[in-house]
């Protein structure tokens, strides 16, 4: 179900992008050669996708993003050459600054992700950890208090008090099974300023149920 969300999602982003480059080239093609300052700031525009592939898909995104662009540019640039002119020369610029811009955002975020995706292994080395260590603990509890509880009779305090321990016992086991499924790394506000691993928004097969 994730998948297919996240699937679902990353086409929506790549169809916005391409909605966009085709409506920014469509801009170019159908102004008036005269209206400069029209196209420079079309040519602007072509920014925006740039760094929302570069951004949404990292350094392979912005460099796909950036060639869908030149090749959409392009056209209109050879179309329009004036014997390389200033403004054939500050449109073969931009098309540099086309790939160099992709080449930085796409590169910077996959840093970022690579930082991201380590924290996440480390969150999940650890909560591997500290579930193993405390699963066999627990289940000797929970079968010490089972087997206190049928030295009582069903009807009496103590085996109903008991049972609530049971009870709270499981619980922290279903918790503890959680742990090592932890696919993400997002807090929740504690105590004062202090944050914590929210395991359910953390916890792949939770959110799946």
């Known amino acids: ?12 982003k790549i169809l916005f992008i391409v909605i966009l480059v085709g409506a920014i080239a469509s801009l170019h093609y159908l102004t008036q050669h005269s209206q400069i300052y029209h196209h420079i700031v079309y040519r602007e525009f072509y ?35 004036d014997n390389f002119s200033s403004d054939d020369l500050d449109k073969s610029i931009e098309i540099i600054l ?34 193993h260590e405390l699963n066999t603990p627990l289940q000797v509890v929970i079968g010490n208090s089972q087997l206190l509880q049928e030295e009582f009779d069903s009807s009496t305090e103590t085996h109903v008090e008991l ?12 918790i503890i099974k959680k742990l090592p499924l932890i696919d993400r790394v997002e807090l929740k506000d504690y105590v004062g300023n202090t944050k914590i691993l929210d395991i359910e928004k953390n916890n792949q097969e939770a959110n799946k149920t």
């Open 98 to 131: 086309f790939v160099i811009v992709a080449v930085l955002v796409g590169t910077l975020r996959d840093r970022e992700m690579a930082r991201m995706r380590e924290k996440i292994e480390g969150v999940k080395a650890m909560a591997g950890t500290v579930a």
């Open 1 to 12: 179900m994730k998948g297919h969300l996240e699937l679902n999602t990353s086409n929506i």
């Open 163 to 174: 049972q609530k321990i049971i009870n709270n016992l499981h619980e922290m086991a279903q």
């Open 47 to 81: 920014f925006l996708p740039l760094i929302l592939g570069g951004f949404w898909f990292g350094l392979r995104g912005g460099l796909i993003t950036s060639c869908s662009i030149v090749t959409s540019y392009l056209p209109f640039v050879i179309l329009r050459w």
